[in-house]
């Protein structure tokens, strides 16, 4: 991918709502979706790659009110599995958000039948998704596809903020 300076490998892209994200964890470890369309490339594989050496994480996203943000972390890594640990190293660079990863480092991969959230009950069932969760979510980018506007469920930012497209790449550096 060509977005900042190139070199980048997508691994979560939304942006129609034409794959469901609300997955179990099989699939979620093994991949989904369609390369050139919205997709979930798989934790294993996005573990082999960067477990190949140093690597940078970026998220862009599209909110519901048409503005863009990203985000970008140095010295991404992903521990091994069941749990594929999230680090994202320091924040390198960013434009129109806060920290969005923050609260996911550290975290491990929960889905509705993988749950290991820090929370009493089930984050990726109570908001409809999966997702390096903490005590539930900052970010919420595998939730329901409800473009223009936010819900309980929906892809969000922020716990109020709707998205309408989220890309998730790593680049080794």
Known sequence: METDGGGWTVFQKRFNGSVDFYRNFSEYENGFGFVDGEHWLGLKYLRDMASLGSYQLRLDIL???????FDVYDNFSLGPGPNYLLYIGSRLRFSGCQSILGSADGQSFSTYDHDYDRWNDNCAVRF?????????????????YTPGKFDLYAMAYDDSVGLNATTLMIKRI
């Open 63 to 69: 909110r519901s009110t048409g503005s863009k943000a």
């Open 128 to 144: 409809h998704g999966a997702w390096w969760y903490n005590m539930c979510f900052h970010l919420n980018p595998n939730g329901l």
